[in-house]
């Protein structure tokens, strides 16, 4: 679990920067105390090499709530006795403010196919605090992603579900995580999970390929517009076309005598989402 910094957050920063602050840092068990007009805060560690035993000032008696377990305490005077364990520490603070500024903790995310042609998402996490939305992202190789879609948080408390489907994915590998935005533009990745969809439905057909005297494109689908675009292998776009109104079985020729003998990216842009195909010119 990603635990945000108190003094990062808004309401509580003032402690931080304004607070009274009380400290023993003499001994083995080190503590310091901060009361702000929001939030009071008091660390505590043990920093030798055997159990020890000491007493902590608490700026104020009643429930205090540990931030980094679940822990709590019932302090009964200020003067409270502590053991701790060597490197033993706590944070301490006089509301439980978990559930408000804790980030969400990560507890599933899977990528499965979605019949023969989509992907569908699923997460769940704990906590949301102030996770302000989700961006999901898709790569061909698991290294360079790119935003696909986006959800909006629930920005409820406790455990939460969310979906995503991908209707138009890659044939081959697809690679995808979730970017997960706090309110403040901070932001956590979850895992990466990978499908295989060599069998994608195909949009297009390049034939022949390798090719030598001339090739086509084929449409497999109507489309209300086509981007035709080719590229070598440095990226330098050589060729680019628009066709408007394709129909299935259309053949688009490909003007081979403006390429030499290599390899070229053909990408094409539909309303149907982006398809690529190798051509070899020899």
């Known amino acids: 679990m990603r635990i945000r910094p108190l003094k990062t957050y808004k309401d509580y920063t003032s402690t931080f920067t304004n607070g009274n602050v009380n400290y023993n840092l003499s001994d083995t068990i080190k503590?310091?105390?901060?009361?702000?007009?929001?939030l009071s805060v008091v660390v505590l560690g043990n920093f030798g090499v055997n159990a020890k035993t000491a007493t902590i000032t608490f700026p104020s008696t009643g429930t205090w709530y540990s931030y980094l377990t679940t822990k709590t305490i019932t302090v009964g005077t200020t003067s409270y006795p502590v053991t701790l364990q060597p490197g033993e520490y706590y944070v301490y603070t006089n509301k439980n403010i978990k559930d408000v500024v804790l980030a969400l903790n990560w507890l599933n995310f899977t990528a499965q196919k979605n019949g023969a042609h989509s992907v569908l998402l699923n997460w769940s996490i704990q906590s949301e605090g102030s996770n302000?939305?989700?961006?999901?992202?898709?790569?061909?190789?698991?290294?360079?992603?790119?935003?696909?879609?986006n959800v909006h948080a629930l920005q409820s408390i406790g455990n939460q579900q969310y979906s995503f489907t991908d209707n138009v994915p890659l044939s081959g590998y697809n690679?995808?995580?979730?970017?997960?935005v706090d309110k403040d533009g901070s932001y956590q990745y979850s895992s990466v999970q990978r499908v295989s969809l060599s069998d994608v439905i195909k949009h297009w057909s390049l034939y022949p390929n390798p090719a030598k005297n001339s090739t086509a494109l084929y449409a497999l689908n109507n489309y209300n517009k086509a981007a035709i675009s080719i590229s070598d292998l440095n990226g330098r776009i050589i060729y680019r076309e628009v066709m408007n109104n394709v129909t299935p079985n259309q053949q688009i020729s490909i003007p081979l005598s403006q390429l030499s003998k290599g390899i070229y990216v053909i990408k094409i842009a539909t309303e149907l989402g982006i398809d690529t195909q190798k051509l070899i010119v020899e």
Do not use: A, P
């Open 132 to 149: 302000d939305h989700f961006e999901i992202e898709r790569s061909n190789n698991g290294t360079s992603f790119t935003k696909i879609g």
């Open 175 to 180: 690679y995808y995580r979730i970017k997960q």
């Open 31 to 38: 503590w310091e105390s901060i009361v702000g007009s929001n």
